[in-house]
């Protein structure tokens, strides 16, 4: 007997390695593994049992054993059926975070949503460029205000698109740290079989570098062609100043010679003031068709000073209509600089200030020094200008002001800023005045005091 019940306990231990060693070959969550073990163990323990009953002639050994028969069979392939799915979802894991590791892998953000435009997974690159991504959201609670075609895009687009067919695309613009970024984006559709409908891809290509130098092909261009039809002006001002200084030359040889008439000389001296002026415009004429300035006719100069200066024949010029108000900083502001051109740039922008509103108003001339630069600002509050028209400010004989105006104002400033290697800018909306600023390098010694 002491034999028979050793034979069994043997059996049972063997039976539990063999179990124990089956189950750890295959991908078998833990806790899955020991509940099927002990159920196991424990139908082995009562076949077992009913082995030594049998043995020692118990009444119920063969009730024990018809029973044991019964479920083993059915625990056997329970074992194996999850066996099976826990294998076979440990593989479709493992595929799901390939698929990850490849979407994370490509440049631009992927994102994949249903039939319904709900997310259901997207990329870290998605996810970084739109934080607020979560499953189950709609493109209209994580895309910015600057994809709303995109979110349009995706609603229906399921049904609209054949799996493998021709994809949507477009281009959009997101602000990222304040910066437009240019994205491509496509969508696509896409099935799953254990998904009753087709769902959408997004992906996004950020084409900004394209964009960025397209734009400064297209600005190269037009730099290009309006330099070469200057050109064509500045020679035929050349001729024509130089034809009207040769007449201007006759006519002062005259009035040199009628001078010695006393009675006359008050009429003759107004009339060699004009000549001055009218020999003078000549001058500016040529210097625009040449627009060539070499470095010995510039000077170091306090623009401070320069505008101060300049408050007597502004006031003057712009009337009674039209008030300067200067803010200027206490210390110098020292610049290289043309001071004559310096001059005619600000009169002409005050000029158009006074134009921008004629029933009078406050005109305000300010001074600053940022990041290495003078900021000479002029400000209107007059009618304001369109996007159209600040567009072709500078373009040569542009003018709003019909007959009265040359077209040539502003084109003068730009030629004056661009001398000192400068840059102007205009802020302006109808209605809302405008702002001109001239940003001109500090002189190398220049010494700020506040």
Known sequence: MTLILLLELLGLVASVLALWVASRSVAVPGRLRRSTLLALVALLGMGHLANVLEVFQVQAADTIADQFSIMVPFLWGLFLLETGRSYLSARLA?????????????????????????????????????????????????????????????????????????????????????????????????????????????????????????????????????????????????????????????IHGAMWELETDVSHRPAIASVNRALEAAQEMTRAMLRFGREQVTSSSTELLDLVSLLRDLRSPLTHALGRRHRLEFLLPQGEVRVEARPLRLQQAVLNLALNARDAMPAGGVIQISLAVEAGEAVLSVQDFGAGMSEDVRSRLFTPFFTTKGRQGSGIGLHVVQSVVSEQHGQISVESEPEHGSTFRLRLPLAATHEARS
């Open 94 to 250: 493992a595929s799901d975070e390939q698929v990850r590791f490849f979407l994370d892998a490509v440049p631009g953000p992927v994102a994949w949503l249903d039939a319904q435009g709900k997310l259901l997974g997207f990329s870290e690159a998605w996810s970084a460029l739109f934080p607020g991504s979560s499953a189950g959201k709609s493109l209209e609670e994580v895309l910015p205000v600057e994809l709303p075609r995109l979110a349009q895009a995706t609603r229906g687009c399921a049904q609209r698109l054949a799996p493998g067919g021709e994809p949507l695309t477009q281009e959009s613009v997101v602000q990222s740290d304040g910066r437009p970024r240019h994205y491509r984006w496509c969508v696509r559709s896409w099935s799953h079989p254990d998904r009753p409908e087709p769902g959408v891809m997004v992906l996004l290509e950020d084409v900004t570098p394209d964009v960025e130098a397209e734009e400064q092909r297209t600005a190269a261009t037009e730099e290009l062609a309006r330099a070469q039809r200057m050109a064509h002006v500045g020679q035929m001002a050349a001729g024509a100043a130089h034809d009207f200084n040769n007449f201007l030359q006759i």
